[in-house]
């Protein structure tokens, strides 16, 4: 597995996930982009890796599922994290970063050491304000129409991917610059 | 919903699918970005769009599962389509387009009224060479190891996903142009 600056520095936080297939879902997707660190605050009572449907789903990414501990608070799962990205479906919030725009600065960040956590709500109701404003920033994957909303499998896959695009470029910078 | 150049001459070509989950999905991901045309091409005996698990996947988004008739060949998918890409998950193919740069592609094709395909292949066994090297293109998603590989439904929403960005980008460069 390729594994960039980005990669170790990543954590991927599911808040109050319900469906198991999303969790698992979300495992496989971040492993497809080299990243391996997910962490479920309050998951709902099905939504546990230890599922067969999470596991079911993910897909040669059970290392991923298997590393995870059901948090209790938001707080624990950020311990350590020095800049967190809260995403958001929600138009109209201001100063909101696209997902390429936090991939971007996510990669600068991670290329100073920094630790990074990228949070997402429940399927049904997203974050709770007070989890999306206590984020240094807030992110909003682009959409044709508020329906259907992004499944929060896809968005965790979208989100890895411009970081792993992003961290890509980065590097490809850097090489051009040593020539 | 949103609708730019890009969206109504854009189908998306699912060949041989076998998880009706998976069409359900890639349904719900088109949307979310504002594609509607999807298209099945000798889809498994369960990957039909009236499956119970194709629908309770596409969320929000069954008039994009039910304009889906099952088409028996990939030509007749691409009757009327002047540009087709086919993607491919195979490291090393010789002149494969990244997901970024297909889609930028196929945004200035269809700003000039073009109409483009793109075609993924069953999950387990992707594209016939044939049907990958018949295309005009071929497209691979950046990956960050060959394992695991991007789940179908998920392929369908990053490359939607880079269309609707780059088409967005597209709109923004011109309207700058034009002030």
Redo the contacts between chains.
Sequence with gaps: ???LPI?PLTCFVLVRPHYPENVG?AA??M????FTRLLLVKPGKMAEPSHVMAQKMA???LDVLQATPPLSDLGSALAGVSFTYATTARRGVSGVLTA?RAAQDAVQRAARGERVAFVFGNEKTGLAEEDLYAAQAQVR?????D?????L??AV??MA?EL??SA?EARERQEGTRD
């Design positions: 597995m390729l594994e990669h879902a496989r997707a492993k497809t982009m080299g897909v040669k990414s390429r994957i682009p959409m044709a129409a329906q259907p909303s992004i499944n499998g896809q896959q979208l991917y792993f695009v890509l």
